[in-house]
């Protein structure tokens, strides 16, 4: 899958992006095995702590309709008077990352647009994580 098109899919959620409280817009696009698209955009909320990111939400909109096998992700974030910046994920966007894919093969792409991006495997975004494989009753 075109990369490039990931990233045109995360910068067109980013127009959706709820975020009147940090003004920072963010949108994901996460790829699943089988080929499909699922989009994300970070949603804010008055009492903060509900507010989620916008991989988060991909993964969520995924794992909610049956898919459960990922190849990547891509993400396209910045302020919202300015153009996209590198928006690496969070420290809890890379746990949940973490617990459906294999570190090694899972591809994040985060970038400004098409022509200005890299790609990392999560497991150097996530080095030594800690994952389902730590656990005895690993998920089936
Ligand atoms: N945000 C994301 O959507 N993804 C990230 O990985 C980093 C942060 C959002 C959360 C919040 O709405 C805003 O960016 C500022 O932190």
Redesign the pocket.
């Known amino acids: 899958m075109d990369e490039k098109l990931l990233i045109r899919k995360a910068a067109e959620a980013r127009t959706f992006?709820y975020?009147p409280?940090?003004g920072?817009?963010?949108g994901?696009a996460l790829l699943t095995s089988s080929g499909k698209i699922y989009q994300?955009?970070?949603?804010?909320n008055a009492a903060f702590t509900p507010?989620?990111?916008?991989?988060?939400?991909a993964f969520a909109k995924a794992v909610s309709e049956g898919e459960m096998s990922f190849e990547a992700i891509a993400?396209v974030?910045g302020p919202k008077d300015a153009g996209p910046e590198y928006?690496?994920?969070?420290g809890?966007?890379r746990q949940v990352m973490m617990e459906f894919v294999d570190p090694r093969k899972f591809r994040v792409v985060v970038g400004r647009d098409e022509t200005d991006y890299s790609v990392h495997a999560l497991s150097e975004l996530l080095p030594f994580g800690f994952g389902p494989d730590n656990l005895n009753n690993t998920p089936d």
């Open positions: 992006s975020s409280y940090s920072y817009m963010v994901a994300g955009c970070n949603i804010e507010g989620i990111c916008a991989e988060r939400t993400v974030g928006a690496y994920p969070c809890v966007c």
